[in-house]
T-cell receptor, first 114, second 113 residues
C-alpha cells in the first residue's frame, strides 16, 4: 500500500528553466510534508517542508505547493541549476502513525542540463 | 556541527550470515531512526527510538532484525540471518525531537549474495 507516490521516475530540464516535481498521497490524515534531495552515495538532505495548514512555502529558489483537496504537493525549482541534479523524495508524516515517522515516495531523478 | 555517522559504508555477506551496522547521531538529538532503502524505492522506516526507548518498530522484521540504542546515543542494527532480499542501503537519521527535520547519515550499502 503506497501511501505516498511520485509517478514520474525522472525529469529532465534545461538550466535556467523551472523544474516541477510532483507527489500524491492517499492518507488524508498526513499533516506535514517534506522534500529531501539525495546525491549518489550520500544520505537524503532536507530541502523544504510544509504544514497542512498552509498551501505554499518558499525558500529561495524552492517553493512547495500543497493542494489538500487533491492530496497533491509539488516542488518548484526556479531557476534550475546543474547542481540541482539529484534524486528528490517527497515524504509525509502524521496520519495516525507514530509522530515523526516519515513515509517516503519512490523518488524522482532530476537532471538539469547546462 | 558533525553530521550523522554510520559504519561500515559497504558490506557484502552471504545469505544466512549475520551483520551489524553502527550509527552515531548528531550530538543532542534525542530521536534516532533506522530506514531501509531498496533500490528504486524510497526509504522505509524500520525503527524509531526516542532516547533509548522504542517508539515505533512496526515495520521491523523482528524474526531476523534487532536494534538497540544504549544510553540514548549510539545505535546498532543487526540482521541475523540475512536473506537475499535484505540487500539495500540502511540509513540512520536523527532529529532533535519527533517534530523536527531528520538528518540522515550516508548509509551502509548491504549486498547479500
Amino acid at each position: 500500500d503506497q501511501q505516498v507516490k511520485q509517478n514520474s521516475p525522472s525529469l529532465s530540464v534545461q538550466e535556467g528553466r523551472i523544474s516541477i516535481l510532483n507527489c500524491d498521497y492517499t492518507n488524508s490524515m498526513f499533516d506535514y510534508f517534506l522534500w529531501y534531495k539525495k546525491y549518489p552515495a550520500e544520505g537524503p538532505t532536507f530541502l523544504i517542508s510544509i504544514s497542512s495548514i498552509k498551501d505554499k512555502n518558499e525558500d529561495g529558489r524552492f517553493t512547495v505547493f500543497l493542494n489538500k483537496s487533491a492530496k497533491h504537493l509539488s516542488l518548484h525549482i526556479v531557476p534550475s541549476q546543474p547542481g540541482d541534479s539529484a534524486v528528490y523524495f517527497c515524504a509525509a508524516s502524521g496520519g495516525g502513525t507514530s509522530y515523526g515517522k516519515l513515509t517516503f515516495g519512490q523518488g524522482t531523478i532530476l537532471t538539469v542540463h547546462p | 556541527e558533525a553530521g550523522v555517522a554510520q559504519s561500515p559504508r559497504y558490506k557484502i555477506i552471504e545469505k544466512r550470515q549475520s551483520v551489524a551496522f553502527w550509527c552515531n547521531p548528531i550530538s543532542g538529538h534525542a530521536t534516532l531512526y533506522w530506514y531501509q532503502q531498496i533500490l528504486g524505492q524510497g526509504p522505509k522506516l524500520l525503527i524509531q527510538f526516542q532516547n533509548n526507548g522504542v517508539v515505533d518498530d512496526s515495520q521491523l522484521p523482528k524474526d531476523r532484525f534487532s536494534a538497540e540504542r544504549l544510553k540514548g546515543v549510539d545505535s546498532t542494527l543487526k540482521i541475523q540471518p540475512a536473506k537475499l532480499e535484505d540487500s539495500a542501503v540502511y540509513l540512520c537519521a536523527s532529529s532533535l525531537g519527533v517534530v523536527n527535520e531528520q538528518y540522515f547519515g550516508p548509509g551502509t550499502r548491504l549486498t547479500v549474495t
